[in-house]
């Protein structure tokens, strides 16, 4: 039938027309959330009688906000559009790719009916989408990341399916970027044990229930203590003892580092105004830290609130957290150490690039990890990259601490080979504030034999 002109002059859309622009989306052409809500229902109505599986995927582009705003929403659409075309020519026959929401897209994919098969293909499209996006003068690289559920397992309705793979893929973003996560009854139970524990956690940091334990580090040659090492104890009335390994990067993923590493600080700062001096405090930067720009101001202005020397702080970052984002992190450390703190290299030997880290960056001291500290009695090896370490630091300027010292052997045998200082429950285990004012005061004078005779005690 022709079509007429309405009085309006614009030409008539169709009942059609209409309905497809509903269903599509304008800057890709891809159906849209309402296409992919009729394609599973669909597709779930085929399988009512023989309830075989299938699958959908969502796939999220890994930092796509910050390369729209620096290279502004023009160059944005175009990646949209570029990721889009790849998706339609790498998925599977049968399968279905919809704009799901801003920078994310989805996969109805009724050939896929399990976990492996889900994630061979995540790999596939994963790979597909790291090739460069051409931006005619400029090219752009973008990981993703995925989450995939499997019908009816993971939902049975197009909401609880949705539900579920967005559930996957929050927690393929949690792991870093470019991963891949396929729904099941574990995730979920690990998702919401994590939820429980960051709202504890939260609630913990208000009422002021985490608290900071210290741990002496002694100068090996001639055993007296030279500072302390704040380390993050949380003891929740439900939950039990939860370790620091587990609820700072929870604190980390979640978002509210600073306000867990600023009360720690604070505190750890208050009781080292109680010992003499000259120790030192030495106090665990995460690497979230090191990559926000805020945080040398941040630390500084704590410790000058609360009245202690910066020279007396000693800030510990590990190899990774100066991986993150090196220009940053550079800055922060040059604004710290401008200020007379000084910087320790963590877990040293355990990291990547540990050699290159060095020289990029400008350190103080580097801590030797346990890895090697704990078989440097019993394996050449392990005592060969210690001597290593500790001949290079020599020449670099570098101090050496040994940390997780265990034995009178291991403490021994760090002391043949020059080791400068060292740490672990051969001298002292962590202990609170109360404890630590009370050993610093009278191990000050005693040495670190008497520490290590009292403790194992
Ligand atoms: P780290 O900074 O390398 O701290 C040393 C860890 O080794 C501590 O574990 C300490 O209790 C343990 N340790 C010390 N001596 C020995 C020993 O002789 N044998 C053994 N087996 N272990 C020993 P902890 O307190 O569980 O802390 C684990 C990690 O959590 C720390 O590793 C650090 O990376 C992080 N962490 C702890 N407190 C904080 C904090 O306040 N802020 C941040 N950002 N991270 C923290
Ligand atoms: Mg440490
Ligand atoms: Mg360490």
């Known amino acids: 039938m022709p079509m007429r002109a309405v009085e309006t002059g614009l030409p008539q859309v169709s009942q ?8 599509t989306d304008p800057l890709t052409g891809l159906g849209n959330r309402y296409r992919m809500r009729d394609k599973v229902r669909l597709l779930a109505a085929e399988r009512a009688e023989d309830p075989a599986p299938f699958a959908i995927g969502i796939v999220n582009l890994d930092g796509f906000k910050p390369i729209n705003d620096l290279f502004g929403a023009d160059a944005g659409d175009e990646i949209l559009c570029q990721v889009a075309h790849r998706l339609k020519a790498c998925v599977p026959e049968g399968a279905y790719v919809t704009r799901h929401d801003g920078d994310e897209f989805a996969f109805v994919l009724p050939l896929v009916f399990e976990r492996s098969g889900a994630e061979r293909l995540g790999q596939t499209i994963r790979d597909v989408l790291s090739a460069p996006y051409d931006l005619g003068d400029r090219n752009v690289r973008l990981s993703a990341s995925f989450g995939f559920a499997i019908y009816p397992f993971a939902g049975d309705r197009f909401e609880d399916l949705v539900k579920s793979a967005e559930t ?14 396929v729904y099941s009854r574990e995730i979920a139970e690990e998702m919401k044990r994590a939820t429980q524990l960051e709202q504890a956690l939260r609630n913990a940091i208000i009422n002021d229930q985490v608290e900071v334990y210290f741990q002496p580090i002694v100068n090996l040659q001639n055993d007296t203590v ?31 580092i ?20 000259d120790l030192f405090l030495s106090f665990n930067l995460s690497s979230a830290q090191l990559m926000d720009p805020a945080t040398a101001n941040n630390v500084l202005s704590i410790v000058n609130l609360v009245g202690l020397d910066p020279k007396r702080l000693e800030l510990e970052i590990t190899e990774t957290a100066v991986m993150g984002c090196a220009d940053t992190a550079q800055r922060i450390i040059a604004e710290l150490r401008q200020a007379g703190v000084h910087i320790a290299l963590d877990d040293f030997g355990t990291g990547q690039s540990s050699l290159g880290r060095l020289r990029d960056f400008t350190f103080d ?22 001597k290593a370490i500790i001949s290079m630091c020599d020449g670099l300027g570098l101090e050496v601490v040994a940390e997780g010292i265990e034995t009178m052997r291991e403490a021994t045998k760090l002391k043949q080979l020059g080791c400068g200082m060292g740490q672990g429950y051969f001298y002292g285990k962590p202990a609170d504030a109360a404890a630590t004012v009370v050993c610093a005061r009278r191990f000050y004078q005693d040495t670190g034999a008497d520490l290590a005779m009292r403790a194992a005690l």
Do not use: C, H
Request: glycine share 6%; aromatic share 10%.
């Open 226 to 256: 030279l500072g302390f090492e704040a380390l993050a104890r949380w003891n929740d009335p439900d939950l039990g003892f939860v370790s620091p390994a587990v609820f700072v990067p929870l604190a980390e993923e979640r978002g509210f």
């Open 258 to 277: 600073d306000a867990l590493s600023e009360a720690l600080l604070r505190k750890a700062a208050e009781a080292a105004l109680s010992w003499p001096r």
């Open 168 to 181: 996957a893929l929050y927690r393929s973003k949690r792991r870093g970027r470019g991963q891949i996560t």
């Open 16 to 23: 059609n027309e209409l309905q497809a622009m509903a269903y």
């Open 365 to 386: 001291k580097v801590k030797v990890d346990r890895a090697f500290v704990s078989r440097i009695a019993t394996d050449r090896t392990s005592e060969e990259i210690v």
